[in-house]
């Protein structure tokens, strides 16, 4: 099969288009032919060699819609319409950027019928999976709560954003770094929107006196920890992503840095598909009714051929619009 493959660390120009061998499907895999994928920046720590050493063959990709070609339990017909996220996907495994690629059956959810092309369903999967497993479970937001997303206007923070606010129907306030972002962040229906500032903290608490509910940390970075100020207490901090880096607290005091009875943590999405998080309890049906009816905004940015993933990797490592890139085959 094709497949893009990394074999040394460094810029999109250590990507090569190569045939490899699949590896012999097993017990408690399914095999997928890929139809499209999503691009995340997971990729590109991997291509850089921030997520472990290049040792061998790697191929890249964390997430991947597309059609069953067999499943040994029995469980997907073959042809079924299905996403897979994780499952040590471009680390225990080979990753999405290929023709077809074998999948834990944890890590694999049957898409329901619906008008959405493959890459709009491949603008979904990591994004909101990983958003539902930050939001529901970790921050246990709810119709009544509040919630802060830093990082508003990337892929992860726009698919936040609206599974909190229009399908869960949480009071959402978006942080993004430029102007040119609100608007995409407001369509993606958060209540407030604001630019990061050195007044942000005031401005917010102008709109939750009492503090937030929960703030999902998108950023990272060592400014995550000044974020548990704008809880309210019993509140939460969760940090998902690492813009900024990973997201180290040095001398940090949990009496005098931490507000009162306020908690904060790293929501890793290897958790779904384990016992710990089932991908079959991810609300991705709701959000695909979601879009096709026009309550949530398709968080679909650009979409390249599989010829162009060394491209896509060159807008990876500058500047992006809002939204989520994703590559058909």
């Known amino acids: 099969m094709k497949a893009w493959v990394i074999s040394r660390e460094g810029g999109p120009e250590v990507l090569e288009l190569r045939d490899v061998d699949l590896p012999d499907l097993r017990a408690g895999e399914v095999a997928i032919k890929v139809k499209a994928f999503g691009v995340n920046a997971a990729e590109r720590y991997r291509r ?3 997520m472990g050493p290049i040792e ?12 069953v070609v067999a499943d040994p339990s029995g469980r997907l017909a073959p042809g079924a319409a299905v996403a897979t996220i994780m499952g040590g996907l471009q680390f225990d495994r080979f990753g999405s950027y290929a023709e077809q690629v074998n999948v834990l059956a944890g890590n694999v959810f049957e898409l329901p019928s619906s008008d959405l092309g ?17 939001v529901d479970r970790s921050l246990r937001i709810d119709s009544q709560s509040s919630l802060l997303v830093r990082g508003a206007a990337s892929a992860l923070g726009l698919s936040a954003t609206s599974l909190a606010a229009k399908v869960i129907g949480a009071n959402v306030i978006g942080i993004v770094r430029s102007e040119k972002d609100l608007d995409a962040v407001r369509r993606a229906g958060a209540a407030h929107v604001l630019v990061d500032s050195v007044d942000l903290a005031g401005r917010i608490r102008e709109l939750e006196p009492a503090g937030v509910d ?5 950023v990272g970075g060592p400014e995550s920890a000044r974020l548990a100020e704008l809880v309210r207490p019993f509140g939460k901090v969760t940090v ?11 001398n940090f005091s949990l009496i005098d840095d931490l507000a009162p009875a306020v908690s904060i943590g790293f929501f890793p999405s290897q958790l779904v598909g384990s016992p710990a998080l089932p991908i079959a309890d991810a609300p991705l049906a709701l959000v695909i009714d979601a879009i096709v009816n026009g309550t949530v905004v398709s968080q679909l940015a650009a979409t390249y051929g599989f010829e162009d993933v060394p491209r896509v990797h060159e807008l990876l490592d500058g500047p992006r619009a809002p939204g ?3 590559v058909t085959l």
């Open 56 to 67: 061998g063959v790697v191929v890249p990709g964390i997430e991947a819609v597309g059609e």
């Open 214 to 218: 929960g703030v999902l940390d998108i």
């Open 48 to 50: 850089l060699g921030k």
């Open 240 to 250: 998902v992503g690492l813009l900024a880096g990973p997201p180290v607290l040095e």
């Open 118 to 134: 493959w890459a709009q369903l491949a603008a979904l999967p990591q994004s909101y999976i990983t958003a539902w497993g930050a």
């Open 324 to 326: 989520k890139i994703v």
